[in-house]
Every structure is written in structure tokens, then in C-alpha cells.
């Protein structure tokens, strides 16, 4: 399904869905710590019920389902899903999915003691999502914002590669990562209130065919170019890591997490 938001790559469209073999293939590179941070926390285990929205091909569900919670995964684009069902099948894993706009979800209130949103928790449209979910948690339940990205100005493969990305889409909204907390509209704190956050920094491990597909895989090239541009960056981009990276390599990243609840005066 293609998304156009003028907040985001000053509207360019893009479709996730156009890259869901590659997403599924390449992005599920969150490292142990990542889903340690959320465990200490006391949060999306035993028998938790968790909804993720925005799951893409379901990275977060099936990396933590061995923590004990039920998970249920949602996505506005239909390929995204099919792809967690299938790789949640090969897992024989109990995880429920559905293709569905998180502004469209109708679950019934006090469902989840958790909502989770993973790297993707900018792209709603925060008035009419707000309110749903704070309905759709239980008493005491939690909101759990999860981010991860390269730092190009203190990597030099992730920063050459993200000049690359902006060659071909110089619009791109991505680029110029640096670690800072989680930011979120204004509007979110008239229903939650902050909990806890935290900022750390970690190195992921890539080979060159696997930072190539990682890069392929972001919205500023797999999800919004044509097909022959994205031909054209990838074999150029297979060249600058031939000249710039050895065959493996870690690239610097940071990881952020912002648990929220609601605000006391909400209805429970």
C-alpha cells in the first residue's frame, strides 16, 4: 500500500510492501541487548498481551515470543503480513496478524497490558491513534516506543552509504541521525505520561551483501524508487563498499526506547 505523508520525505510516496522479501530478509538485525533493555522492564513477558502495531514482517514479536507473551502484530500493508505469517509458521509460533491501518484498529478497550511500536511510530496520524490506544490498554498498561538507527557522522561506512541514498533521493527525511532520546508530538502527552527512557549505544555486525541489503531495504531507496533506480544504487552502492569496507564489518548505531502509560485521568 503506497503512504505519502508531507511530513515525511516531503511527501514522496513509498510501499513497503515493494521491498517485503527484502525487509523480511535484511532488517531483522536488532541485537540481544535490544530485546534485553525491554525484558528489564517487566514488560512483554509471561502472558503479557501485546499488541505491535506497525509490526512490518513481525521482528519484534518473533525475536521476544520466547519471553512468554501473546502477541498480536498489525500492518497497513497486507505483503508486510504475509511475510510474519510465513516466518512465524516456520517458527510454529502463536502470534495472530493482521493487515490493518493502526488508525482503523478496533480492539476492544482494556485489551493489551502492552503496545509496542518499533521504528515505526511516526508515520500515524497521532489524534486519531492517541486515543485508541490509550482505550485498547489495560489499567496500568504500557506504551512501549522502540527506535534504532546507524550514526552516519560517527561511521564512515553508514555515513558513505547514506550520501549514496540521498543521491537518489536527496528528499529523504532519514538521513542525519544522531542519539537523542525519543521525540514524540506535544499531543501524546495529553493522554500518557513518560515512565522511563533510555539511550545506548551499540555496534551491529554486516557483511558487505548484508549492509547492501539492509540500505536497500530503507525507505529512501526499496520503498519509493523505481525498479531500474533501484538497480542502479545497488550496483553502485556494491562498488563504494568494495572500496570503503572490508567483508565484514559493525556499524555504529544507538538504540532508544520510551515506555509511556496513561495519564490517571484517562477512563479505564
Known amino acids: 500500500m503506497e503512504i505519502s505523508n508531507e511530513k515525511i520525505d516531503s511527501g514522496k510516496a513509498f510501499d513497503w510492501g515493494k521491498i517485503s522479501s527484502d525487509y523480511a530478509r535484511y532488517r531483522d538485525i536488532y541485537p540481544q541487548i535490544f530485546y534485553e533493555k525491554v525484558i ?5 513477558l509471561n502472558r503479557q498481551k501485546v499488541l505491535d502495531i506497525g509490526t512490518g514482517t513481525g521482528v519484534l514479536p518473533r525475536n521476544m515470543y520466547r519471553y512468554g507473551a501473546k502477541w498480536t502484530g498489525t500492518d497497513i500493508s497486507e505483503k508486510q503480513v ?13 502470534i495472530q496478524y493482521y493487515a490493518a491501518a493502526t488508525e482503523e484498529l478496533a480492539f476492544a478497550d482494556h485489551s493489551f497490558d502492552v503496545i509496542t511500536a518499533c521504528q515505526c511510530f511516526w508515520y500515524f496520524d497521532h489524534k486519531k491513534v492517541v486515543p485508541k490506544l490509550a482505550r485498547m490498554l489495560k489499567k496500568d498498561g504500557r506504551l512501549l516506543l522502540l527506535y534504532m538507527a546507524w ?39 495529553e493522554t500518557f505520561e513518560a515512565v522511563y527512557h533510555e539511550e545506548y549505544d551499540i555496534e551491529v555486525p554486516f557483511t558487505r551483501e548484508s549492509w547492501n541489503g539492509r540500505m536497500k531495504a530503507c525507505r529512501g531507496v ?42 490517571s485521568m484517562q477512563p479505564q
Request: aromatic letters at 8%.
Open 40 to 44: 528489564e522492564r517487566n514488560l512483554c
Open 222 to 263: 526499496g520503498a519509493s524508487l523505481t525498479p531500474e533506480e533501484i538497480t542502479e544504487w545497488e550496483t553502485e552502492h556494491r562498488t563504494l563498499l568494495e572500496k570503503i569496507a572490508p567483508e565484514t564489518f559493525c556499524v555504529k548505531h544507538y538504540a532508544a526506547m520510551l515506555e509511556l502509560k496513561p495519564k
Open 82 to 94: 504475509a511475510e510474519a505469517q510465513r516466518m512465524s509458521a516456520e517458527l510454529n509460533q502463536d
Open 151 to 189: 550514526l552516519p557522522f560517527e561511521d564512515e561506512i553508514a555515513g558513505a552509504s547514506e550520501k549514496l541514498v540521498l543521491k537518489y533521493s536527496p528528499k529523504w527525511s532519514g538521513a542525519g541521525e544522531r542519539k537523542h532520546p525519543i521525540a514524540v508530538p506535544d499531543i501524546i502527552y
